[in-house]
């Protein structure tokens, strides 16, 4: 069987998103194709988000956040719940490889309900990579968008019910301030493989502008190549942000 070689050249630097999210879907239909467990797919899957962000690091993407583990995603079997938390962990015990090319790791999301085991290393993970100036990772686990709004929403209420503001004077900046990755800046791209055409809950506010873009390739599959595809459609368009 001949390799075909996918073309593989980002835009130029400047025509870069300063922001991509991806939301990693296909790993369960990817291992059913194969005759393989879901499991085999989420495994797959996470050698693809550390070929990815190496890539992204490499030609200069300065924040991408990845949709892991959603709120909803409890709903599925605990036997695929319990391998996807393992393999969490397992990637966050090799994070040392990682953090040699200055990407930086940060956790989107409640942590509440994840073992104690997994927040700690989660929370090595951030201390470490803090200070690193490289790409920034954001890892959404246990992440919902709406989830994430009424956090805000509650923190905002707390304010005006301890007396620091009015109702009247709440601004879209102190909203965007209460989410979890303030710091983080609007999504300019998002990029979803797999085939299905929806956000599914994700960053619903940091999106509110962003670039949709979907292809058919199962998030396993999904190479550098794909990676620059998608910059690339992204640096044709032309954004107007509700002007003309």
Request: aromatic share 10%.
């Amino acid at each position: 069987m001949k390799f075909r070689r996918r073309f593989s050249q980002p835009p130029a630097p400047e025509a870069l998103p300063g922001h991509v999210a991806v939301i990693m879907d296909g790993n369960g239909r990817w291992a059913n194709r194969r005759g393989l467990p879901r499991t085999a797919g989420h495994s797959a899957g996470a050698k693809a988000f550390e070929a990815i962000c190496r890539h992204a690091n490499a030609i200069g993407l300065r924040q991408m956040t990845f949709y892991a583990f959603s709120t909803e995603n409890w709903k599925r079997p605990k036997a695929e719940v319990d391998a996807l938390m393992k393999i969490f962990g397992e990637y966050l015990g090799r994070i040392e490889q990682f953090q040699k090319e200055n990407i930086r790791l940060r956790f989107v999301g409640d942590p509440t309900p994840l073992s104690p085991v997994l927040r700690e290393k989660m929370r090595k993970a951030e201390e470490g990579s803090a200070a690193f100036t490289g790409l920034t990772v954001y890892l959404a686990i246990n992440y919902g968008g709406r989830d994430e709004l009424l956090r805000a929403a509650r923190t905002l209420a707390g304010r005006v019910a301890a007396g620091e503001c009015a109702p009247q004077q709440l601004t879209e900046a102190d909203l965007a301030a209460a989410l979890y990755a303030p710091e983080a800046a609007e999504v300019d791209l998002l990029i979803r493989p797999g085939g299905e055409q929806r956000i599914s809950n994700f960053l619903l506010w940091q999106t509110a502008y962003a670039e949709l873009y979907f292809c058919d390739t199962l998030w396993p599959d999904f190479r550098p190549a794909d990676l620059d595809a998608a910059l690339r459609w992204y640096a044709r368009r032309h954004r107007r942000f509700g002007g003309v």
